[in-house]
């Protein structure tokens, strides 16, 4: 977080130095920059991750393996927002869709 504030701090002051001297275009170039660089190193790669996740939930089927909340399971039953996971033999729980974190199978 700290070498976030340092970042910022750096931006907000080259945005300073570029308003000083008058050239009000430079500062719009020089935030566009900014904005560009923000969303293909931090927004870009959220988009295709969280795309990515929900391919990978839309793809489970009933008897893979999956880790749900820590606890590794087999689905049993596909709900629409929930999962039904057999833990151990006749032990079924069921969970969140969302607390898929992957699968195995």
């Keep these: 977080m700290n ?10 002051q080259n945005a300073d130095i570029i308003a000083q001297q008058g050239n009000s275009w430079g ?4 935030c566009l920059v900014v ?3 923000l969303y293909f190193f931090m ?10 996740y929900e391919k990978m939930l ?10 749900a909340a820590g606890i590794y399971g087999t689905v049993k039953k596909i709900n629409e927002t929930t999962i039904n ?4 033999k ?4 069921e969970v969140n869709k969302h607390a898929i ?3 195995e199978q």
């Design 58 to 67: 839309s793809n489970i089927k009933v008897g893979n393996r999956v880790l």
């Design 35 to 37: 904005m560009a660089i």
């Design 3 to 12: 070498q976030t504030a340092e970042v910022a701090n750096q931006v907000s």
């Design 101 to 103: 974190a992957s699968v």
């Design 43 to 52: 927004v870009r790669p959220n988009k295709k991750r969280i795309a990515e």
């Design 90 to 93: 006749g032990v079924v729980i």
């Design 27 to 30: 500062l719009i170039i020089y």
């Design 85 to 88: 996971l057999e833990i151990a």
